[in-house]
């Protein structure tokens, strides 16, 4: 049910639709608390009495609660008032990468900046063995100050493999999915049009077809038809990213067909790898290491290592003078 300007969610006084898709509603409210405005989402109208959908906007809640990073969308608070569950998160000034693009390619530099921004997220939410699972355009946000934010965690998965001990929902399951395709078919990975796990990799290739559309104003395996779609993700190769008057550096082309390998372990395993390597084609100081990184880690076992075979060596020369 749509809701009207001035109707309340709670604390939340609505002052007017902002978006609306097949899964849900979003709207501008004000924070009579905070006296801030932010951003209501509910669930569409059309799927308010599906338990599946309640349990995946829940999920999508508790994920995002779960994460804290300036190129991800932030929750404040989520609830239920007159049997409408709400999401409220933080209010976007700006547009998504869709109209951002209007179908024309973007400045080399602009893409691949868009994209560091996208794997840094991407980073912390895979350090807590989220996946997200459905990049596209419209689920990259740019904002008026320049920022670039990750939305839309509702397809989202947890990988109890990643997750750390005691993340919220750390044990959950998302809702049944056998025999569907979960994802927008365009930017789908070829291990979720066969219905295999998806992990950090997955993320990977939909960053990859993002940042070939942004350099191109094509999809790298869009067809006519669902099935032919699907066809080329599992078979085909992308058309070169130069043409049409482009030049795109061949690092950078390296980099997208690297994101873009059939098989996930021919793609950067990591997302802050794909990060470090776009911030090195544009020439900047090394990315910060995002949260939950293994290199901290790996780093500190070989200061440790070091600093023990010092010592060893100290002593040995103490016992031998």
Same mark, same amino acid.
């Given at each position: 049910?749509?809701?009207?300007?001035?109707?309340?969610?709670?604390?939340?006084?609505?002052?007017?639709? !902002?978006?609306?898709? @097949?899964?849900?509603?979003?709207?501008?409210?004000?924070?009579?608390?905070?006296?801030?405005?932010?951003?209501?989402?509910?669930?569409?109208?059309?799927?308010?009495?599906?338990?599946?959908? %309640?349990?995946? $906007?829940?999920?999508?809640?508790?994920?995002?609660?779960?994460?804290?990073?300036?190129?991800?969308?932030?929750?404040?608070? $989520?609830? &239920?008032?007159?049997?409408?569950?709400?999401?409220?998160? &933080?209010?976007?000034? @700006?547009?998504?990468?869709?109209?951002?693009?209007?179908?024309?390619?973007?400045?080399?530099?602009?893409?691949?900046?868009?994209?560091? /921004?996208? *794997?840094? @997220?991407?980073?912390?939410?895979?350090?807590?063995?989220?996946?997200?699972?459905?990049?596209?355009?419209?689920?990259?946000?740019?904002?008026? +100050? @320049?920022?670039?934010?990750?939305?839309? $965690?509702?397809?989202?998965?947890? +990988?109890?493999?990643?997750?750390?001990?005691?993340?919220?929902?750390?044990? &959950?399951?998302?809702?049944?999915?056998?025999?569907?395709?979960?994802?927008?078919?365009?930017?789908? *990975?070829?291990?979720?049009? =066969?219905?295999?796990?998806? +992990?950090?990799?997955?993320?990977? $290739?939909?960053?990859?077809?993002?940042?070939?559309?942004? =350099?191109?104003? %094509?999809?790298?395996?869009?067809?006519?038809?669902?099935?032919?779609?699907?066809?080329?993700? =599992?078979?085909?190769?992308?058309?070169?990213?130069?043409?049409?008057?482009?030049?795109?550096?061949?690092?950078?082309?390296?980099?997208?067909?690297?994101?873009?390998?059939?098989?996930?372990?021919?793609?950067?395993? *990591?997302?802050?790898?794909?990060?470090? *390597?776009? +911030?090195?084609? =544009?020439?900047?100081?090394?990315?910060?290491?995002? /949260?939950?990184?293994?290199?901290?880690?790996?780093?500190?076992?070989?200061? !440790?290592?070091?600093?023990?075979?010092?010592?060893?060596?100290?002593?040995?020369?103490?016992?031998?003078?």
């Amino acid at each position: 049910m749509a809701l009207e300007q001035g109707s309340r969610l709670g604390a939340y006084e609505i002052l007017g639709l !902002l978006a609306a898709g @097949g899964m849900g509603e979003v709207y501008r409210a004000r924070d009579d608390r905070l006296r801030r405005d932010v951003a209501v989402k509910v669930i569409a109208e059309g799927l308010a009495d599906d338990p599946v959908e %309640h349990t995946r $906007f829940e999920q999508e809640a508790r994920m995002l609660a779960s994460l804290s990073h300036p190129n991800i969308l932030s929750i404040f608070d $989520f609830g &239920e008032e007159g049997g409408v569950r709400y999401a409220v998160m &933080e209010l976007l000034e @700006g547009v998504n990468l869709r109209a951002r693009m209007d179908n024309r390619p973007l400045p080399w530099r602009t893409a691949a900046a868009i994209a560091v /921004a996208v *794997a840094k @997220g991407l980073a912390a939410a895979h350090a807590r063995g989220i996946v997200h699972r459905d990049l596209k355009p419209e689920n990259i946000f740019l904002l008026a +100050d @320049g920022g670039v934010k990750i939305l839309d $965690f509702g397809l989202a998965r947890r +990988d109890p493999r990643q997750a750390r001990a005691g993340d919220a929902s750390s044990g &959950e399951r998302p809702p049944a999915e056998e025999g569907t395709l979960v994802g927008t078919t365009v930017y789908m *990975a070829p291990e979720q049009v =066969l219905g295999q796990p998806t +992990d950090a990799r997955t993320d990977v $290739f939909g960053l990859g077809c993002v940042l070939y559309e942004m =350099l191109t104003g %094509h999809r790298p395996f869009g067809r006519v038809g669902i099935g032919d779609t699907l066809g080329a993700i =599992l078979n085909a190769e992308p058309p070169p990213l130069e043409g049409e008057g482009r030049t795109v550096p061949p690092a950078l082309a390296r980099v997208v067909l690297h994101c873009l390998a059939k098989d996930p372990a021919e793609r950067f395993q *990591a997302a802050y790898d794909l990060a470090f *390597a776009l +911030d090195e084609i =544009l020439g900047r100081p090394q990315a910060p290491l995002a /949260a939950g990184s293994p290199w901290p880690a790996r780093i500190g076992l070989l200061l !440790l290592g070091a600093a023990a075979g010092a010592a060893a060596v100290l002593l040995l020369r103490l016992l031998a003078g």
